[in-house]
């Protein structure tokens, strides 16, 4: 009986000394995954997908928004040039209360602020209500940052005056553009946003007009 014993404790030793001796194999394993690279998880990122279900990972619940709808080029465009137009004439507002001392210049670049932020609102809750993903430019466009430098370099009568100059360029421009936008609408709420800008910008061109005047500054 003792004999018996020994031998069956020798076999498990060399079962065990012989498994302990086989390279563990990384590659197509028992349940399907293919090593740590071969696996594609659903998370997209670590090791640790390797050991998720093979299972698809069941579909997300719809979104609770309005599924979003595409700007044509000729809208998508205008918002684009529209947002690039307001940040600069922001930024070039809010450095006529560091470098004019004009109060008439002030109050001009003040009220050109407040309408711009006020355009942008109007503009993002519109794209908002048409369920458009349109993110606006974070940066101002090689043109309109050239502005601003030319801006910068200059302080005093020279800036009032390079401001001015700007902002007469800058109000015909965008009257231009909404105009045209307006004349080619696809989008019926981006087209009622273009007419009352419109507007607004037609009168900030006759306030710096009258600026750039023999009375101005």
Do not use: W
């Not at 065990?16 to 194999?25: I, N, R």
């Not at 696996?39 to 990972?57: I, K, L, S, V």
């Not at 407040?114 to 355009?119: A, D, L, V």
């Amino acid at each position: 009986m003792r004999r018996q014993l020994l031998c069956g404790a020798i076999g498990i030793l060399t079962f065990l000394g012989l498994s302990a001796c086989q390279p563990y194999y990384y590659g197509q394993g028992y349940y399907g995954y293919n090593g740590y690279n071969g696996y594609q998880n659903p998370y997209g990122y670590g090791p640790y997908g390797a050991y998720a279900p093979p299972a698809p990972p069941a579909p997300p619940p719809p979104p609770p928004y309005t599924v979003p709808q595409s700007l044509s080029q000729t809208s998508y465009n205008f918002v684009v040039n529209l947002a690039l137009n307001n940040s600069y004439e922001i930024e070039a507002g809010r450095l006529v209360g560091q470098r004019s001392g004009s109060p008439i210049l002030r109050q001009f670049a003040d009220r050109v602020v407040s309408g711009n932020n006020t355009i942008n609102q109007d503009l993002t809750a519109v794209l908002r209500r048409n369920g458009t993903p349109v993110v606006t430019p974070a940066a101002l466009d090689p043109r309109h940052q050239a502005m601003i430098g030319d801006l910068s370099m200059v302080q005093g009568p020279e800036f009032d005056r390079r401001y001015v100059v700007q902002q007469v360029v800058a109000h015909r421009e965008a009257i231009a553009m909404l105009q045209n936008y307006i004349q080619n609408a696809d989008n019926p709420a981006l087209k009622q946003l273009a007419q009352t800008t419109l507007q607004a910008a037609q009168a900030g061109l006759q306030q710096v007009e009258r600026l750039a005047g023999p009375a101005g500054v």
